[in-house]
């Protein structure tokens, strides 16, 4: 049972490029979360899903998007990468919003 | 709407000491409750969480935290700690309504020496 698995693990990428983030999760879990973390800011939620085919907004969606077209998957994107946006990147999902949350390992995301 | 402030933003102790990281949350409707742990280069995992019940809450690795809800408070403690429980700490909230997310608070790190 794999859980949640993030895609790339690390990555480094030069300001203005586009790349996405693959979270993939085998536990049937209807909602989906990406956060990102910073020294000393705790985990800010950027966007989250509560079922296929939804997305909303969290506390810091500026300068990324995201797509569910598979229950199973949740995409982030990042269209023009800027310095600011260095930073841990983690998945999450969950049955509800009230239920505990499943993490992945994180992706380590550098912008030069 | 909801908020979670951790008190502490760093707890040096020394190895077989109690430990208590403070976690008090404002919220204008019930809540559900997590504390969870982070080892170096690793996601989160849940280490406890209360929904109903009983206020004192049991969890993995021997911490156990207590839901007052006169002083909104969910204070993680464990009566002695080893080395191997040097991580940072996250206590989050929820409310039952759908399309929320946790609010998470922005983490106590633990260090433990001998």
């Known amino acids: 049972n794999a859980g949640v698995t993030q895609t790339p693990k690390f990555r480094v990428l030069k300001t203005g490029q586009s790349m996405t983030l693959l979270c993939a999760q085998d536990?049937?879990?209807?909602?989906m979360y990406w956060y990102r973390q910073d020294p000393g800011m705790g985990l800010r939620l950027i966007h989250y899903?509560?079922?296929?085919?939804?997305?909303a907004k969290g506390e810091v969606p500026d300068g990324y998007n995201v797509s569910r077209l598979k229950k199973q998957n949740f995409l982030l994107g990042l269209e023009s990468a800027a310095p600011s946006q260095t930073s841990v990147y983690f998945c999450?999902?969950?049955?509800?919003?009230?239920?505990?949350?499943?993490f992945g390992d994180g992706t380590r995301l550098s912008i030069l | 709407a909801q908020s979670v402030t951790q008190l502490d933003s760093q707890v040096p102790v020394f190895e077989e000491a109690p430990v208590e990281l403070r976690c008090n949350y404002s919220s204008s409707v019930s809540v559900y409750l997590f504390w969870y742990v982070q080892y170096p280069n690793q996601g989160l995992q849940l280490l406890l969480k209360y929904l109903s019940g009983s206020t004192l809450v049991k969890g993995i690795n021997g911490f156990e935290a207590e839901f007052n809800k006169s002083q909104t408070s969910f204070h993680l403690r464990k009566p002695s700690v080893h080395i191997s429980d040097t991580a940072e700490y996250f206590c989050?909230?929820?409310?039952?309504?759908?399309?929320?997310?946790?609010?998470f608070g922005k983490g106590t790190t633990l260090s433990v020496s001998s």
């Open positions: 989050a909230v929820s409310i039952n309504q759908a399309g929320t997310a946790l609010i």
């Open positions: 536990m049937n879990h209807e909602y």
């Open positions: 999450a999902s969950s049955y509800h919003s009230n239920q505990p949350q499943h």
């Open positions: 899903s509560v079922g296929e085919g939804t997305t």
